[in-house]
Structures are given as structure tokens and as C-alpha cells.
């Protein structure tokens, strides 16, 4: 292996989180590197529509906001490289975090910013019609289906909330839930079955989310009931998947804690960890908020909270050149 430079901070993510702790690490002259992940751009590169984020008073493309970020933290010297983060390896400094395709790198502090991944019910339609009606966020995208139908998958608090929120917007809110109770605390329950424009469709899974002819925008759900073997055809215009979102903690589930959801646990009010030198930002530690803005300023938080460790370590003579 040739000789590795050690650079000041790796960031693991490309979503807005990363993207922000890259500008603002930029800023500071530390030179970040990105590790783009999995989905460069984050969950933003499969949102049509964002209208909430902002300074962008006429909506912007998930995409197109995305590449404005990259261009961003490029612009403060930000370097990015098109691979998967496999490990973290903190037992030494520098770190060093393990690549799939690239040489390792070596880096003084890292920021873990991989995020998280809605869970998919992976049937026909749903990957196809992403962004064109299917969608696994009610606050990023309910706005759009104003005065329509819309259904929404899954049994627990995730879903109820998801319904509720939905119901401010769309006309009907149709739940499908595999069982005949839902295991959703017993309040949010109580609040999906007493809401009037909530209809509850038990025993039911969904098999395929319908398009139309050109396939650019949902027109219904096809729904099987488990108990009966019925199949049914269900006009609607959304199709929320609220099953839950899976943290891409992989690289340091085993030297970090986590949650019994598998999200990362950190020190309250910053980004720091148990382990000196290791930031986390973003979905991948916050499964209340999982907004665009919220993960945007957890990146700041942890490019701030890096900068002044890197300034402390270096203060003390503790950074290896």
C-alpha cells in the first residue's frame, strides 16, 4: 500500500448533514473529504418537490438542491470520493476508515453522516413511482396532495402520525394494516380510528402500487386481504410507506452505542460521542425530526464541534503529522 496522507476530517455522507459539515469545515480551511455513501445526495435524491427548505421561495428539486450543496462545500475546498464507507477502525490514531473500492483513508477526526433509509415494502410500482406519488416522508411531500386520496402502509406510531399529519392536507387518508390492530401506542391508535377522514383498511397488505399509462404519477394501490385471499383495486393518489426508517450505522455499530432502534446515541445538545475525535450529524442519530434543515443543522453543529476539537488536539501536540 502506498503511503497514505492523513487528512484533518473524513465525512461519511453526502446528504445535507454531510454536505454541511463539508462547507463549514471548508470554510475553517481543514480540507474535509466526503465519502459520497451509498446514495450520494442522501434521501433528497428521490424527492421531486422540496418547498419547505429556506430561501427557495419557488421550490427546488430535491436533486438540483443537492448539487447546489456539492458545489457549495467544493467551492471551500471540499473533495469528494465516489465510494462506500465500510469501517471505521478508532483502535489507533489517525483513524482510519476502510473503503470498498478505494485505498483507506486516514483522518484526524471523522464526522458519521450516512443517515437513514426508509424501509420499502419492495412490491411493483413503489420504485418505480418514487417521487411521483409514492413517497415515505408525510411532512416533506403531504402539501402536494391537497384535497386528494391518499393511502399510508403500516401499523405503528410512525404511521399514525404519518395519517394524522396527512390528514391536514388530502381529502381521505386511506391506512393499510396487515393485522386487525394496530401496534401503535394506544393513543395514536385512538387518534387514526376517531379521525373522520381516516378509513382503516385491516388485514390488508398491499401488492402493488398502480400507475398510469405513462407511469408519472400514482392512480391507485392494488390490496390483497390476507384473511379472505380478495384482491381489490384502490383509486388513490399517494402512497405513503410508514414502516419505519433503518440508520445506516453499519461503519460504527460496533464502537458506538446506539438506541434500541439502532440510531446513534451522542452527547446531548452536541455531536460528540464516547470516542474523542468522532462526530455524528443528521438521520443517522435523529429519528424524530429527519427533515432536510434539522440534518442541515446537526451538520453544523458537528463541522463546529470538530473544528474547535481539532484546534484543542493540536493546541496539546496530540495530532500526528
Given amino acids: 500500500m502506498s503511503q497514505l496522507n492523513i487528512h484533518n476530517v473524513v465525512i461519511v455522507g453526502s446528504g445535507p448533514a454531510g454536505l454541511t459539515a463539508a462547507i463549514y469545515t471548508g470554510r475553517a480551511n481543514l480540507n474535509p473529504v466526503v465519502v459520497d455513501g451509498m446514495q450520494p445526495g442522501g434521501q433528497l435524491m428521490i424527492t421531486s418537490d422540496v418547498e419547505n427548505y ?31 464507507a465500510q469501517s471505521v477502525d478508532v483502535s489507533g490514531k489517525p483513524f482510519k476508515i476502510n473503503l470498498g473500492d478505494h485505498e483507506p483513508l486516514l483522518a484526524h477526526a471523522v464526522i458519521v453522516a450516512s443517515g437513514a433509509s426508509a424501509k420499502w415494502l ?66 395514536m391508535a385512538q387518534r387514526v380510528i376517531d379521525n373522520p377522514k381516516i378509513e382503516v383498511m385491516w388485514d390488508s397488505v398491499p401488492e402493488q402500487v398502480l400507475g398510469d399509462a405513462e407511469g408519472m404519477k400514482v392512480v391507485g394501490v392494488r390490496v390483497k386481504n390476507v384473511k379472505t385471499g380478495n384482491v381489490q383495486d384502490v383509486p388513490c393518489d399517494g402512497f405513503f410507506v ?80
Fill in 122 to 187: 419492495k412490491i411493483p410500482g413503489e420504485q418505480e413511482l418514487m417521487g411521483k406519488g409514492v413517497s415515505a416522508c408525510a411532512t416533506c411531500d403531504g402539501f402536494f396532495f391537497r384535497d386528494r386520496v391518499v393511502t399510508v402502509v403500516g401499523g405503528g406510531d410512525t404511521a399514525m402520525e404519518e395519517a394524522n399529519y396527512l390528514t391536514r392536507h388530502a381529502s381521505k387518508v386511506i391506512v393499510i394494516h396487515r393485522r386487525d390492530e394496530f401496534r401503535a401506542s394506544k393513543i
Fill in 242 to 321: 410508514a414502516i419505519g426508517h433503518a440508520p445506516n450505522t453499519k461503519i460504527v455499530r460496533d464502537i458506538l452505542k446506539a438506541d434500541s432502534n439502532g440510531y446513534l446515541l451522542h452527547q446531548p445538545n452536541t455531536s460528540l460521542t464516547d470516542i474523542p475525535g468522532l462526530f455524528v450529524a443528521g438521520d443517522v442519530h435523529d429519528h424524530r425530526y429527519r427533515q432536510a434543515i434539522t440534518a442541515a443543522g446537526a451538520g453544523c453543529m458537528a463541522a463546529i464541534d470538530c473544528e474547535r476539537w481539532l484546534e484543542e488536539q493540536a493546541h496539546l501536540g496530540n495530532l500526528a503529522k
Fill in 54 to 84: 429556506p430561501g427557495f421561495p419557488e421550490g427546488i428539486s430535491g436533486p438540483e438542491m443537492m448539487d447546489k450543496f456539492r458545489t457549495q462545500a467544493e467551492r471551500f475546498g471540499t473533495t469528494y470520493i465516489t465510494d462506500e
